[in-house]
C-alpha cells in the first residue's frame, strides 16, 4: 500500500502502484495475507444477517506516505509554513491534501526530479515549515514513527535542524512553532511554540534546541544544557509561550552526523548518503519510554539502525494524539526533506474492537465550554485485526444519545468514524469540567456481542461567572403637557432584569422602594435571557414637587446560581423631571446728573421680584460695573436676603461717568439679581439699561521743518509732527503719514499707549529727508503730512498740515588776478544766483550764526591784509567790489563779503592774487660753427641772456634769411643748424625772439637778439691749440691750464639796484670768457650764461640779479670757437634786498 490512514471520517484507504522502502513491501505482504481471509469472510457474510446500515471497509492499522509524487491523496496531511511538495506543479485538487507547490528551491531539488519529497525547508536563512497528520491517532496501543530524513547544504555545517512531534489530537494545528534553534517546535519570547505539544524529538544538527535562548523553554525547572550541535533531543510538553521544557539529549558519536554536505548548488534528487533513516516508539505504558533509532545513511532497514537516545517520559499522553514533522534555518541552513513516512501500533490492542474517543478536530474549540455551548465529539472504532464480520456495531455514549456513524459493521479489518454532539446543561456548568464516556459494542457472526474498551473525553468548563443587569425606565402620564411631574401626576415604572453570566440565575427578583405592587415576584433565567417585571403606577406629591428638579429612585436586582450561590446584584436608577420653578424678575432705572462729562453721576435704582412658585433664600442683587458704589437695599418683606413667592425689595446704588465710558459713548451694565430654593435650586433675573453720552473726537496737526532753506541736494532735513487729541473721546490707531517720496518712516514719542491719545494728549514724530536736484532746481521742498485715527465709535478722522523749506544754492566764492600796484573790480554777486536775489550785501556782520562759504570767517567778515576793498551795495553798480594792494605786496590777499536774506545768511570769501611788475630781459648775440656738409650744430640762444626778475627764457621764434644754404629751427631752448651738403662756405646771421614767463603765455615781455652761423670749410686746420676735454691740454705752442681762477664775489648797489663784481687770472691761449651763474641753494638752479667777454677781460659786474637772492659764478675760457673747462664756482653770494625803488 503506498498511502493509507487510520481514524478518520474522510473514506476509505487508496491503493497504489508507487511503493518505497521495506515497510512498504511489509505493508504489501500482510495486505496479501488479509486478502485471503477476507474471501472466507465474505463467505460467511453471505450466510448471516447483518445489521442495516453501511459496512466499514478494511485498512490496515497504519499511515503511510511516501511524498514521491506530484500530490498526496490523504487530506489529512496538512502544511505549516513554508512546506511543500518538490514535484508539485500545480495547486493540489479537491479532495487531496493541500500540500503543494514549492515558493522556493534554493538548494532543493527541481519538479522534475524523482522521486520526489516533502521539503520542509529549502537552504535559505532564517525559514520554517513543516506538515502535520491532522487526524486523531490512538496511543493505547503505543506509536512507532519511521522516515527518511535528508539534512543537507553545499557549505558549512548545517542548521538548524528538524523535529517530530506529538500534539494533543484534540488540538487544532495550524502554524508552526518558532524558528531558528526551535525548530518549528518549541516557543520565543513572543511566538508560540506548536499548539497543545506533548513529545518533540529535536534532530538538531546547530545545537540550538538544547539551548534556552531567545526565550525557549520560558518557565521551566529543569535548565537547558546549551548549545550541542549534532545531537537528538527531547522536548516536553507546551501551549503559547510557556513549556516545551529541555528533557534529555543524546550527542551523535562514531561518526555519524545528522547534517551532509553536497555538491554546490545541488538541486537534483540527494543521493542516500545525504539522508538517514530514523525510527521512533512510544509505548504503550502510562509513562511512555521514548526510543530513538539512527541510521548512517537513508533506505536502511531496521537492523541496520542504531540506538541513539532512550528516555521514560514523565507527563501521560492525551488520550489521542496528531503526529507532525518541523524544520526550521536561521544564519545556518540547510535543505529539509521528508520521505517513507510511516506511523503505526507499536503493540496490538488487546480488544478485538477499539474505541478513540475526541472533541472532534474539525471544528473550532474553545478553551473552555460554558452552559449553552455545543461540545463536538469524534468517535473512531477500529477493528485492526479483525478476521470476520462483525455486524450491528453501536456507539453508547450517554451525552450523545443519537451519534452519526459511517459504516454499522466490520466486514474485515478497517474503522468506523461516528459524530455527536453535546449542549452543557446548567447544571453541568456548574461543575469544573465535562467527562463523558462512550463504549462501542458490535454483534460477531459467531458468539455473543462484544464490547470495545471504554474511552473518555474531559473538556473544560469555564469558571461560573454570574451576571445581572437591570434596566428600569419611567412613563409619565403628564396631564398638562409641560413635560415635567406634577402634584397628582403618576408615573408607570418598568424593570428588565437580563443574566449576563454564563449560568442560569433561579430567584430572580426586582426591589424598589417608592413603587409597590412589582410582578411577577421572581423568575428563572437561562444565560442571555431576560424577564420584564412591573409595578403599580406611582402618584406624585408636593413633597416630590419640594424636594428638587427630578424625582430619582434606584431599583435592585437579585438572583441565585442553580448552585445557590449569591449572583451580584444589579441596580438602575429611573430619573423624571419635576416641575420645581424658581424664579428671579429684576427691573433697572438710570439718572445723569452733570452731563456727558468725566465726573457726571448716574443714580441706578433697582426692583427684584421672586416671580416663581417657591420661596427663596440668599437672595442679593449684583453689578459687574467697574467704580459701580455698593447697592444699598431698601425694606424687605422678611428676613433679609428672603423672598417669599410674590415678595420684591428695592435697591440704590451710584457710578462716576469715566472716560472709558465718554470713549464707549454710553455707560451699559446688566445687575443680575440671585436666590436658592429649598431644594438648593439656583434661580436668577437680570436687567440692564443703557445711559448714552454725547462725544466729540477731534484732532489737530502741526508740522515744522529743522532748515528753513537747504543749499544743494542731499541736505538732510527733519520734520516734526506734533498731533493732539482736541476731542473728548480717546483716540486709537494715531498714525502720521507723509507722502513725498523719500520722507522717512515716523518715529513717535507716544504720552502711553502706542497709537492711543487720550483727551489732550499729545504724540511728536519725525521724519528725515534728503533734498533731491529736483527740489533744488524748484526752489522750494512743500509736503503736506497727513494724521489719522479712528474714535471710539469705530470712524477715522484725518488733519493735515503744511511744511515748507526753500532750496536756495548757497552763494560761491570768488578769486581775482591783479598786477602790483593795479586795483581790480569784483563783481562778486555774480555767480550767486538764487542766494543774491533780494538779499542784503555788506561787509559787515549781519548774523550771529552764518553759513560760511568758501572758507570765510564768522561771524564778522574778513578785511584784506595787504590791501583794501570797497563794495557797492545797492544800485546798478550792486555787487561790485573794488580791491587796491599795498605798495610792493605781491602774493595772495582774501575778504570776506555778506548775504543776508529771507532764506539765509552767508560769509562768502574773495581771494585775490597779486602778481609782481614783470621787467624785460636782456638778449645778447650767439654764434655756432658748423662745417660745410657736416653734422647738425645746436645753441641755447638764452644761455647768455638775462631776466632782471630772474624768470625763465624760452625762444619764441628765429627768422632765417631768404636763401639759407642748409636748414635752420628753433624749440623753447634749443636752435639748431643742419649745413648743406653743397660745400657751400659763409657766416649766416639769423634775427631770433625769446621772451619770459614761458609757463604762462601772454604774459611775458618778448626781446629779440641774433645768432651768427659760421660755416667752414672741411677739414678746419685749428688756429693754434688743440681742444681736449680734459683739464691739462697740450699745443703746438706749449702747454697751458684750461682752468680759470675766480676771485671773491663782491656785492654792492650799483645805479639803485644790486650787483656783483667778480675777478678771475688770465687763461694762456683763451680768445674770449663765457660767464655763468645760478640760483645758490641746497638744490641749485641750471647754469645759464650772462655774459661773453673778450680774452683779455679779468673781471665782470653782474648787476641782472635778483633782489634778495644768493647765487654763485663760474667762468669758461673760449678756445677759438670751442669752450673751455669751466672753472670752479664761487661761493654763495646773497643780494641786499630793495627797500624802495630808488636803490638800496
Not at 538544547?210 to 545531537?231: E, L
Not at 504503550?284 to 530513538?292: K, M
Not at 421672586?610 to 437695599?633: C, E, F, H, R
Amino acid at each position: 500500500m503506498g498511502r493509507v490512514r487510520i481514524g478518520g471520517a474522510r473514506g476509505s484507504a487508496s491503493p497504489s502502484s508507487r511503493h518505497s522502502g521495506p515497510h512498504t513491501q511489509e505493508l504489501r505482504r500482510t495486505g496479501l495475507r488479509r486478502l485471503s481471509a477476507l474471501v472466507v469472510a465474505s463467505f460467511a457474510a453471505a450466510l448471516l444477517a447483518v445489521a442495516p446500515g453501511s459496512p466499514a471497509t478494511a485498512a490496515p492499522l497504519a499511515v503511510a506516505e511516501a511524498f514521491a509524487d506530484a500530490s498526496v491523496p490523504d487530506p489529512a496531511w496538512t502544511p505549516l509554513g513554508a512546506a511543500c511538495l518538490t514535484r508539485a506543479t500545480a495547486a493540489p485538487a479537491a479532495g487531496n491534501s493541500p500540500l503543494g507547490v514549492c515558493a522556493g528551491r534554493a538548494g532543493a531539488p527541481t519538479a522534475t526530479t524523482t522521486p520526489g519529497s516533502l521539503q520542509l525547508t529549502d537552504d535559505r536563512a532564517n525559514s520554517t515549515g513543516g506538515a502535520v497528520y491532522n487526524t486523531a491517532l490512538p496511543v493505547n496501543g503505543g506509536l512507532e514513527i519511521r522516515f527518511d530524513q535528508y539534512q543537507y547544504s553545499s557549505a558549512g555545517s548545517g542548521g538548524e535542524g528538524m523535529a517530530v512531534f506529538l500534539a494533543d489530537g484534540a488540538q487544532r494545528i495550524a502554524a508552526p512553532g518558532a524558528g531558528a534553534g526551535s525548530l518549528g517546535y518549541a516557543q520565543t519570547t513572543g511566538t508560540n511554540g506548536i499548539a497543545g505539544a506533548y513529545l518533540a524529538v529535536g534532530l538538531d544538527a546547530a545545537g540550538g534546541f538544547s539551548s534556552a535562548t531567545d526565550g525557549r523553554g520560558a518557565g521551566c525547572a529543569q535548565a537547558a544544557p546549551g548549545v550541542r550541535p549534532n545531537s537528538v533531543v527531547l522536548r516536553g510538553t507546551g501551549q503559547g509561550t510557556s513549556g516545551y521544557c529541555y528533557l534529555t539529549g543524546s550527542t551523535l558519536a562514531g561518526g555519524r552526523t545528522l547534517h551532509s554536505t553536497v555538491a554546490t548548488a545541488s538541486t537534483g534528487a540527494p543521493p542516500a548518503t545525504a539522508g538517514r533513516t530514523v525510527r521512533i516508539t512510544v509505548s504503550a505504558a502510562a509513562l511512555p519510554v521514548v526510543t530513538v533509532y539512527h541510521g548512517a545513511s537513508a533506505g536502511l532497514a531496521d537492523s541496520a539502525l542504531t540506538q541513539v537516545l532512550q528516555y521514560t517520559l514523565t507527563t501521560a499522553p492525551p488520550s489521542s494524539v496528531k503526529v507532525g514533522f518541523t524544520a526550521s534555518t536561521g544564519t545556518s541552513t540547510d535543505t529539509h526533506l521528508i520521505r517513507n513516512v510511516r506511523v503505526a501500533s507499536v503493540a496490538p490492542t488487546s480488544t478485538i474492537i477499539q474505541l478513540t474517543k475526541t472533541v472532534n478536530p474539525g471544528f473550532p474549540q474553545p478553551a473552555a465550554y460554558a452552559e449553552g455551548d455545543t461540545v463536538r465529539y469524534q468517535f473512531v472504532i477500529a477493528a485492526p485485526q479483525l478476521l470476520s464480520v462483525i455486524n450491528d456495531v453501536r456507539l453508547t455514549d450517554p451525552l450523545v444519545p443519537s451519534p452519526s456513524c459511517t459504516a454499522s459493521a466490520f466486514l474485515l479489518a478497517g474503522s468506523i468514524t461516528c459524530t455527536g454532539t453535546h449542549v452543557v446543561s446548567p447544571a453541568e456548568a456548574m461543575q469544573g469540567s465535562l467527562v463523558n464516556t462512550a463504549v462501542a459494542s458490535g454483534q460477531p457472526l459467531l458468539g455473543g456481542r462484544i464490547s470495545s474498551n471504554a474511552d473518555s473525553v474531559r473538556v473544560a468548563i469555564a469558571t461560573p461567572a454570574p451576571g445581572l443587569s437591570l434596566a428600569k425606565t419611567g412613563t409619565l402620564a403628564d396631564a398638562d403637557g409641560n413635560g415635567k411631574a406634577d402634584v397628582g401626576e403618576t408615573i408607570a415604572y418598568s424593570f428588565t432584569a437580563r443574566n449576563t453570566g454564563n449560568v442560569s440565575l433561579q430567584s430572580v427578583a426586582v426591589t424598589d422602594p417608592r413603587v409597590t405592587g412589582i410582578t411577577p415576584a421572581n423568575a428563572t433565567l437561562a444565560p442571555g435571557a431576560s424577564a420584564v417585571f412591573t409595578a403599580a403606577a406611582y402618584t406624585v406629591t408636593q413633597a416630590d414637587l419640594q424636594a428638587g428638579t427630578t424625582l430619582v429612585n434606584t431599583a435592585t436586582a437579585t438572583g441565585r446560581t442553580l448552585a445557590g450561590a449569591a449572583a451580584p446584584t444589579a441596580t438602575s436608577t429611573a430619573t423624571v423631571a419635576v416641575n420645581h420653578g424658581p424664579a428671579l424678575t429684576v427691573t433697572k432705572d438710570a439718572v445723569l446728573t452733570g452731563g456727558a462729562a468725566v465726573g457726571a453721576t448716574i443714580d441706578y435704582s433697582f426692583r427684584i421680584t421672586n416671580s416663581g412658585n417657591v420661596p427663596l433664600t440668599g437672595v442679593a442683587l449684583t453689578d459687574p460695573l467697574a467704580g459701580l458704589s455698593a447697592i444699598t437695599y431698601g425694606t424687605w418683606p422678611g428676613t433679609a436676603g428672603s423672598l417669599p413667592i410674590g415678595g420684591s425689595v428695592t435697591a440704590t446704588a451710584r457710578y462716576t461717568v469715566k472716560q472709558t465710558d465718554l470713549d464707549a459713548g454710553s455707560v451699559a451694565n446688566t445687575a443680575t439679581a440671585r436666590g436658592t430654593s429649598p431644594a438648593g435650586i439656583a434661580a436668577s433675573g437680570q436687567a440692564t439699561r443703557n445711559v448714552s453720552l454725547a462725544r466729540t473726537a477731534t484732532i489737530a496737526l502741526t508740522k515744522t521743518a529743522s532748515v528753513a532753506n537747504v543749499p544743494a541736494a542731499g541736505s538732510p532735513i527733519t520734520y516734526t509732527f506734533r498731533a493732539t487729541n482736541t476731542g473728548t473721546t480717546t483716540l486709537t490707531g494715531v498714525s502720521v503719514s507723509d507722502p513725498r517720496p523719500g520722507v522717512s518712516a515716523p518715529v513717535y514719542t507716544w504720552p502711553g499707549t502706542a497709537g492711543t491719545l487720550a483727551p489732550g494728549q499729545v504724540v511728536t514724530a519725525t521724519s528725515t529727508y534728503a533734498a533731491t536736484a529736483a527740489d533744488v532746481q524748484a526752489g522750494s521742498i512743500v509736503n503736506t503730512a497727513t494724521v489719522r485715527a479712528t474714535t471710539s465709535a469705530g470712524a477715522t478722522i484725518t488733519q493735515t498740515a503744511t511744511a515748507t523749506v526753500t532750496a536756495v544754492p548757497d552763494p560761491l566764492p570768488d578769486a581775482a588776478t591783479t598786477t602790483q600796484g593795479v586795483p581790480v573790480v569784483i563783481d562778486v554777486l555774480a555767480n550767486d544766483g538764487r542766494a543774491a536775489t533780494g538779499a542784503t550785501l555788506s561787509r559787515a556782520q549781519q548774523s550771529a550764526t552764518p553759513t560760511l562759504v568758501g572758507g570765510a570767517s564768522g561771524p564778522v567778515p574778513a578785511s584784506p591784509v595787504s590791501g583794501s576793498v570797497t563794495c557797492v551795495a545797492t544800485g546798478t553798480e550792486r555787487g561790485r567790489c573794488t580791491y587796491r594792494s599795498a605798495d610792493f605786496f605781491t602774493g595772495t590777499d582774501v575778504f570776506d563779503y555778506s548775504l543776508s536774506s529771507s532764506v539765509g545768511t552767508w560769509n562768502v570769501r574773495v581771494t585775490v592774487t597779486v602778481t609782481p611788475l614783470n621787467r624785460a630781459a636782456v638778449a645778447r648775440p650767439d654764434r655756432i660753427v658748423a662745417t660745410t656738409g657736416g653734422p647738425a650744430v645746436s645753441v641755447d640762444p638764452t644761455l647768455n641772456d638775462t631776466d632782471p626778475d630772474g624768470d625763465a627764457l624760452a625762444v619764441t621764434g628765429a627768422t632765417p634769411p631768404s636763401g639759407l644754404r642748409g636748414t635752420f629751427s628753433c624749440a623753447a631752448t634749443a636752435c639748431t643748424y643742419t649745413p648743406a651738403a653743397d660745400g657751400w662756405t659763409g657766416t649766416i646771421v639769423i634775427p631770433y625772439s625769446a621772451t619770459d614767463r614761458p609757463s604762462a603765455p601772454g604774459t611775458g615781455i618778448v626781446v629779440s637778439s641774433t645768432i651768427t652761423v659760421f660755416v667752414d670749410p672741411a677739414p678746419l686746420a685749428p688756429r693754434g691749440f688743440h681742444h681736449r676735454d680734459t683739464a691739462t691740454q697740450a699745443a703746438g705752442t706749449g702747454s697751458w691750464t684750461s682752468t680759470t681762477t675766480i676771485g671773491t664775489a663782491t656785492p654792492s648797489c650799483v645805479a639803485g639796484r644790486p650787483s656783483t663784481a667778480l675777478a678771475w687770472a688770465a687763461t694762456p691761449g683763451a680768445t674770449a670768457f663765457l660767464v655763468e651763474r645760478r640760483v645758490a641753494g641746497a638744490t641749485p638752479g641750471a647754469w645759464m650764461a650772462v655774459a661773453r667777454l673778450g680774452a683779455e677781460a679779468i673781471g665782470f659786474v653782474d648787476d641782472r640779479v635778483g633782489e634778495s637772492r644768493s647765487y654763485q659764478w663760474r667762468v669758461r675760457p673760449d678756445l677759438h670757437r670751442w669752450t673751455g673747462v669751466a672753472s670752479a664756482a664761487t661761493a654763495a653770494v646773497t643780494q641786499p634786498a630793495a627797500v624802495d625803488a630808488r636803490g638800496c
